[in-house]
């Protein structure tokens, strides 16, 4: 068979449908500030690399030295704190989630609770954290996800989140 990219190109399209599955949408930061309300300096998502809706999202978190956190925590070793990284977790979580909600304008994603949460390699400036999510669960009002952060190819962070969607209050809207 011809390799030419106009041949490709031709038998590709003359594929089936349901043969290709959508290519993932992908994200910056100011369509993130869209969809989530946090902002600097608790906005933990840099990038949306892979969105696949109702089903998975992969995000990034470019680590610099200049993050407020690293000031204290610890000065002479700086590791990003284990919390901050489960907060970029759920921080992806949301943003997946409340795609799905009509008036999200109205709305926020809060922790409802953190399972089998498990460290595994400490975050430190210069790392690129790549956070993974995909849904366990999710109706309207509520969600259950499974979350890693990887740095490179380790996982450096693990665990099921659960959130809910409340109402935001009138004066934050």
């Known amino acids: 068979m011809d390799e030419t990219p106009n041949s490709i190109a031709t038998a590709e399209a003359a594929a089936p449908a349901e043969a290709t599955a959508p290519a993932p949408l992908t994200l910056d930061i100011q369509q993130i500030m869209r969809i989530i309300p946090h902002r600097f300096p608790f ?59 009509e008036d999200r304008a109205n709305k926020i994603m809060v922790f409802t609770g953190i399972e089998r949460a498990k460290f595994r390699k400490p975050v430190t400036p210069g790392d690129q954290l790549r956070i993974e999510v995909d849904v366990l669960a999710f109706r309207r009002t509520a969600g259950k996800i499974s979350c890693g952060a990887y740095v490179g190819d380790k996982l450096a962070c693990e665990a099921v989140l659960t959130c809910q969607v409340v109402d935001r209050p009138a004066e934050a809207q």
């Open 43 to 101: 906005l933990l998502l840099d990038r949306i690399t892979e969105l696949h809706r109702k089903k998975r999202i992969v995000a990034i978190k470019n680590v610099t030295i200049n993050e407020p956190f690293f000031q204290g925590h610890f000065p002479q070793y700086p590791i990003m704190p284990g919390v901050l990284v489960v907060e970029a977790m759920a921080q992806a979580g949301a943003l997946l989630l409340l795609m799905e909600i």
